[in-house]
T-cell receptor, first 113, second 112 residues
Framework: QKEVEQNSGPLSVPEGAIASLNCTYSDRGSQSFFWYRQYSGKSPELIMSIYSNGDKEDGRFTAQLNKASQYVSLLIRDSQPSDSATYLCAVNIAGGGADGLTFGKGTHLIIQP | DTAVSQTPKYLVTQMGNDKSIKCEQNLGHDTMYWYKQDSKKFLKIMFSYNNKELIINETVPNRFSPKSPDKAHLNLHINSLELGDSAVYFC???????????FGPGTRLTVL
């Protein structure tokens, strides 16, 4: 059974600092990895996607993937109060008929002004 | 322009009723999905459609039936609604299997 684990938090980070969000997954066949941000009462918004080992940077966001350790992380630099939200880690196994994303339960991030 | 849209945004109904939720995407994607987010905010896949073919069904009761008239639409019909069906239902779409998925605004269903 596919599982995605995240620390539910809340994770409290001072404004301007780096927020580090972590995720582990159980299925070694996972090939696509995503981070979504969800504000209360809103839909998940795609922040980052990563498909190969290493780092991927986009603005203030960096996604890191280590398939050997089955670990994916998201770093948010220069954290802003507007970054306060729930961050959802999601994984996908391409092929084999399983195309829906398996989500973690999310990490609630609070950026303190 | 809205990329993925859903109607209605809110749906309040009585147990035992039948209801439908509509979803449309204008991204030109070939795969669409329905997800359920329960009261604990856990988001879980229900269905996905690729080229009008159902390709997964995650042990969802057969009271739920997705209908896709074309690649841009995936509607969700629910028969004999139960209290436990109360949740937020999200539609999503992607280009290709395993591609980035983009979510609609959600439909909050309340069954009384």
């Amino acid at each position: 059974q596919k599982e995605v684990e995240q620390n539910s938090g809340p994770l409290s980070v001072p404004e301007g600092a780096i927020a580090s969000l972590n995720c582990t997954y159980s299925d070694r066949g996972s090939q696509s990895f995503f981070w979504y941000r969800q504000y209360s009462g809103k839909s998940p918004e795609l922040i980052m996607s990563i498909y190969s080992n290493g780092d991927k940077e986009d603005g203030r966001f960096t996604a890191q993937l280590n398939k050997a350790s089955q670990y994916v992380s998201l770093l948010i630099r220069d954290s802003q109060p507007s970054d306060s939200a729930t961050y959802l880690c999601a994984v996908n196994i391409a092929g084999g008929g399983a195309d829906g994303l398996t989500f973690g339960k999310g990490t609630h991030l609070i950026i303190q002004p | 322009d809205t990329a993925v849209s859903q109607t209605p945004k809110y749906l309040v109904t009585q147990m035992g009723n039948d209801k439908s939720i509509k979803c449309e995407q204008n991204l030109g994607h070939d795969t669409m999905y329905w997800y359920k987010q329960d009261s604990k905010k856990f988001l879980k896949i229900m269905f996905s459609y690729n080229n009008k073919e159902l390709i997964i069904n995650e042990t969802v009761p057969n009271r739920f039936s997705p209908k896709s008239p074309d690649k841009a639409h995936l509607n969700l019909h629910i028969n004999s609604l139960e209290l436990g069906d109360s949740a937020v239902y999200f539609c999503a779409s992607s280009q290709g299997r395993g591609g980035e998925q983009f979510f609609g605004p959600g439909t909050r269903l309340t069954v009384l």
